[in-house]
Nanobody, 115 residues
Framework: QVQLAESGGGLVQAGGSLRLSCTASGTIFRFNAMGWYRQGPGKQRELVAA???????NYADSVKGRFTISRDNAKITVYLQMNSLKPEDTAVYYC?????????WGKGTLVTVSS
């Protein structure tokens, strides 16, 4: 059974940085696209960043220039480097991956940015 596990969330002051990681287990095959979504208090889940198996990336306008997504296909892991964090970045961050039409989600990791 394929599972995604996020780590790296926590409490950080505004202007600080965090690095999220998401590792897949139960599979040895790479995914097509992998990405990060987030859901803030009272908000809908939104795409933060995504990366294809070839390395093409896509970012939400709100995080461009501050967040960087990367992946290690050998480790079946995707990362999200978050710099210059703002209180509005506070959310539960979810890892997402797709392969052959199947979509997988992690359980999420909480990021709290204090002002």
């Amino acid at each position: 059974q394929v599972q995604l596990a996020e780590s790296g969330g926590g409490l950080v002051q505004a202007g600080g940085s965090l690095r999220l990681s998401c590792t897949a287990s139960g599979t040895i095959f790479r995914f097509n696209a992998m990405g990060w979504y987030r859901q803030g208090p009272g908000k809908q889940r939104e795409l933060v960043a995504a990366i294809t198996s070839g390395g093409s990336t896509n970012y939400a306008d709100s995080v461009k220039g501050r967040f960087t997504i990367s992946r290690d296909n050998a480790k079946i892991t995707v990362y999200l480097q978050m710099n210059s964090l703002k209180p509005e970045d506070t959310a539960v961050y979810y890892c997402n991956a797709d392969r052959l039409g199947m979509i997988y989600w992690g359980k999420g990791t909480l990021v709290t940015v204090s002002s």
